[in-house]
């Protein structure tokens, strides 16, 4: 399998073989998410884990046709480090004089974002401490959860049945045939794994006495580090201040409107478990948001880009053209379903 998973990720530098613990826990991390979701989806395939040789930021799930369909996961070693830098370098930043510069170990061009080994992480990590830790193990169970849920519930063989251009519409409309659904599809697997990493602390954190000083000890400690968590991620990504007409052409959401989303499915899911004190953990919430742009502003040279959240909940343009990506949900349902391994969420689940 390593083989297979080696020569199918070849150009994009192949297996990325380490002994590292840092490496050798998320595949740990992965293997166990992959067999939790199996427990509730006996049909998910086959899925091989493990980590592409690559120093850019990006994860991808597959199917490698040619050896018989085999499902691969492959994590970038790139996303791997920015995201420990991220995570511990905006920690230590907060601890210290905010003249000293501490700034991510990344160049960046248009298009990519790469890890610079020369620039190194941070040298003061014995001062990083257990909730920065806590929030970038937290963002990859999120990740793998994603990238499982794009195979379980079809969306690479969906994909894979189409054309670019069926995909992706011609954008000149708002009519539903030139939507983007791969971004409809991008949102399924965050909504997918939004709810199963906050299932999950549910179900296995909430009730142990382990968790006192960790992001887990209670809902209002829980969900406002897992908001950090993703907006911290998302936005690594990058705001964009671009016109309305580029966003359709995206693959992702745009990420303030994928972050917003986010948000709102959270609501969602604790309104649904009756949880106590929503209104609490929101705005809590929506204050870690505000904590997290400062802390990724001051940790590169980006500008502060909240108001770009913002801008979502209020601009019609967006609205509308989000309301259609999760509109699109109800056109693809049910021919997705014919390559998903599970029942998939009814019609108008997407919607809010
Ligand atoms: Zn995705």
């Known amino acids: 399998m390593e083989e297979l998973f080696n020569s199918y990720f070849l150009s994009e530098g192949g297996i990325y073989r380490s002994e590292s613990t840092q490496i050798k826990e998320i595949i740990e991390l992965a293997n166990i998410i992959i067999r939790r979701v199996r427990t509730q989806y006996p049909l998910l395939p086959e899925i091989y884990f493990n980590i592409i040789d690559n120093n850019t930021f990006n994860a991808k799930a597959a199917l490698d046709v040619k050896n018989g369909n085999i499902y691969y996961i492959g994590v970038y070693a790139g996303l791997i480090n920015i995201l420990f830098d991220v995570f511990t370098k905006t920690n230590i930043v907060r601890e210290l004089d905010l003249n000293e510069e501490v700034k991510l170990s990344i160049t960046s061009t248009k298009s990519t974002l790469e890890f610079d080994h020369s620039k190194g992480f941070s040298e003061s990590i014995s001062n990083v401490d257990i909730i920065a830790l806590d929030r970038y193990r937290l963002i990859f169970e999120f990740l793998i959860y994603h990238e499982i849920c794009h195979i379980l519930r079809g969306h690479i063989a969906f994909k ?61 400690t829980f969900i406002p580090n897992f908001a950090y968590s993703i907006y911290t991620t998302i936005r ?117």
């Open 160 to 220: 894979q049945s189409k054309k670019i251009s069926e995909l992706q519409g011609n954008f000149k409309e708002y009519s539903d045939l030139n939507i983007n659904f791969i971004q409809t599809l991008e949102m399924d697997a965050d909504s997918f794994a939004t709810s199963w990493v906050i299932g999950d602390f549910r179900r296995f954190t909430l009730k142990t006495e382990l968790t006192e000083n960790t992001i887990y000890k209670n809902w209002e």
């Open 236 to 352: 690594i990504f990058g705001f964009s201040s671009l016109p309305i007409s580029k966003i359709k052409t995206f693959t992702h959401p745009e990420p303030a409107i994928r972050i917003s989303l986010i948000m709102s499915n959270i609501a969602t899911i604790l309104d649904a478990l009756n949880v106590d004190n929503i209104d609490d953990i929101m705005s809590n919430s929506i204050h870690m948001l505000k904590r997290a742009e400062t802390d990724v502003v001051s940790v590169t040279f980006l500008d502060d880009q909240l108001e770009n959240v913002k801008d979502v909940y209020f601009n019609p343009e967006y609205i509308k053209y989000y309301k259609q990506v999760l509109h699109n949900w109800n056109i693809i349902r049910d021919e997705l379903q014919s390559y998903a391994f599970g029942e998939l969420p009814g019609k108008n689940f997407l919607t809010f």
